[in-house]
């Protein structure tokens, strides 16, 4: 069964910190990159951050890099985002998938940043 259950955004304030979570059939995990991406009204969806599949490789957009991180929990199929200094720019809705981003995605989870 392929599938993807994205958690843990919410309305913060700027300045403000959220642990984003997903967790991952094992048919779209296993063995590749995983990486979250992010949507906000309007514009398209846009890479935010990647992992390989042994954790050795972390890559970022530069709109988070050095307040986004990336990490992964392989037998638990499980993928994170700890995103600290959140910015009103950061709202979007945020969605896990492997890298290269496959067809299938979940529902995402909606993350607000207040000024």
């Known amino acids: 069964q392929v599938q993807l259950v994205e958690s843990g955004g919410g309305l913060v304030q700027a300045g403000g910190s959220l642990r984003l979570s997903c967790a991952a059939s094992?048919?779209?995990?296993?063995?590749?990159?995983m990486g979250w991406y992010r949507q906000a009204p309007g514009k398209q969806r846009e890479f935010v951050a990647s992992?390989?599949?042994?954790?050795?490789?972390?890559k970022y957009a530069d709109s988070v890099k050095g307040r986004v991180t990336i990490s992964r929990d392989n037998p638990k199929n499980m993928v994170y985002l700890q995103m600290n200094s959140l910015k009103p720019e950061d709202t979007a809705v945020y969605y896990c998938?492997?890298?290269?981003?496959?067809?299938?995605w979940g529902q995402g989870t909606q993350v607000t940043v207040s000024s």
């Open positions: 998938n492997r890298v290269p981003r496959g067809t299938y």
């Open positions: 094992g048919s779209i995990f296993s063995g590749n990159a």
């Open positions: 992992i390989s599949s042994g954790s050795s490789v972390e």
